[in-house]
């Protein structure tokens, strides 16, 4: 279940982690299915049988960009700004995917507040995400700093 966040707390929010998202399956369908729709057909990706005989990942592999568009699930799943009326992706600043997902793994989203703005309206927020992968170790599959605004 999603921690309901009131508006009023975020400030007070800032530097700390506010939740952990539950962990998403990234199967080799869901690959497919990304590849299809971006056109990124690359065998790590696309080959399992390839992959698993000649990249050095020993399997095929999520798209870096796939792992990135699962954090709109992952946010939606770790938390909920009540009353918000509107949130919009405003953009990226940084994002780094240090280590592979392989096909068959799971990932998790970790957020932590970095910034909150006032806007009129509402706040211009800034999440540094770090995405891991069960049993992946201590080095994420994806680090980012995530740009959001919400409206109330």
């Avoid at 592999?61 to 700004?81: I, N, Y």
């Amino acid at each position: 279940m999603p921690r309901r966040i009131d508006p009023e707390e975020l400030p007070g929010l800032v530097g700390r982690e506010v939740a952990v998202s539950g962990w998403i399956e990234v199967t080799q369908q869901r690959i497919d299915d990304f590849a299809e729709a971006t056109g990124d057909r690359q065998w790590i990706h696309a080959d399992p049988e390839r992959a698993a005989a000649e990249s050095p990942f020993g399997t095929a592999v999520a798209h870096g960009f796939l792992t990135l568009s699962l954090l709109t699930q992952m946010a939606g799943d770790a938390f909920e700004l009540s009353r918000r009326r509107l949130g919009v992706n405003y953009g990226l600043n940084r994002v780094r995917f240090p280590a592979p997902v392989p096909s068959g793994a799971r990932v998790r989203g970790r957020f932590t507040l970095a910034a909150c703005d006032p806007i009129e309206g509402g706040f211009h927020l800034t999440w540094s995400v770090r995405v891991e992968t069960d049993g992946g170790g201590s080095k994420p599959c994806l680090a980012a700093e995530w740009v959001t605004r919400a409206l109330f």
